[in-house]
C-alpha cells in the first residue's frame, strides 16, 4: 500500500525505532536458572497474563510471579527483572537521524505495546531516539494494546488528528491490520529501510 499525504506519522517502537530480541531474556534467565534456553523460548508466549501486563491491570511482581510457573523457572523478582530488560538491542540503523530530519516538518509520534517495567527501562536507555517524538503511547498506561480498536482511536483523540491522515509504521501485521481498519494509512516494517522509502515517497 502506497501512502498518500499525512498530517502526522505514528511509530511503533521495538523493532521500528529499537531493536528487540527476546532470545537475550532467554540466554540470560537460562544462564542464571542453569537450564536450557530453548526450553524457555519454547514455553514463552503472549499468554492472557501478559496481554494484562501490557495493559497495566497487573503489575510486575504479579506478571513474574505467572512466568515463573509458565516457564518453571525459580528465578527471583530481581533476576527475572535484569533478563526482562535486556530485550534492547540498539536503536535501528540511521533511526535517529531521520527522526530528528522528521521533528520540524511534521508531527510525530510513538505507540508501544509495552508493560511499565520496559517502558521504565526504554524511556532511560533510548531518551535520545525517542526524545524526537511529541509523545510516546504506552499500552500500560492508556490501558489497550494494539491492535485492539480502542487502542488506536485512544491514541487518534489524542494526536488530535483524522485517522486517515496519520500514517503509522509497525512490524506487526496484525498491527498493521487493526490500524487500518481504524482508518489510519499504515506501512509494515519489513526491513530497515522502509520508514525511509515511507516518508521519501511522500516528500519528507
Known sequence: ????????????VGGVVVRIDFNRAFARWA????????????????????QHHERGEIGVGQYFASLRDSLGLELDDARLLDGWNSIFVEEMPGMSALLARLAPRIPIYAFANTNHAHAAHLLKQFAGVLGHFRKVFTSCTIGHRKPEPAAFDHVVRAMGVPAGRILFFDDTLENIEGARARGLQAVHVTSDADVANAVAAMGL
Open 1 to 12: 500500500m502506497t501512502p498518500s499525504r499525512a498530517d502526522a506519522l505514528l511509530f511503533d
Open 31 to 50: 544462564a542464571r536458572a542453569s537450564c536450557d534456553q530453548a526450553l524457555l523460548r519454547q514455553r514463552f508466549s503472549h499468554d492472557a497474563p501478559y
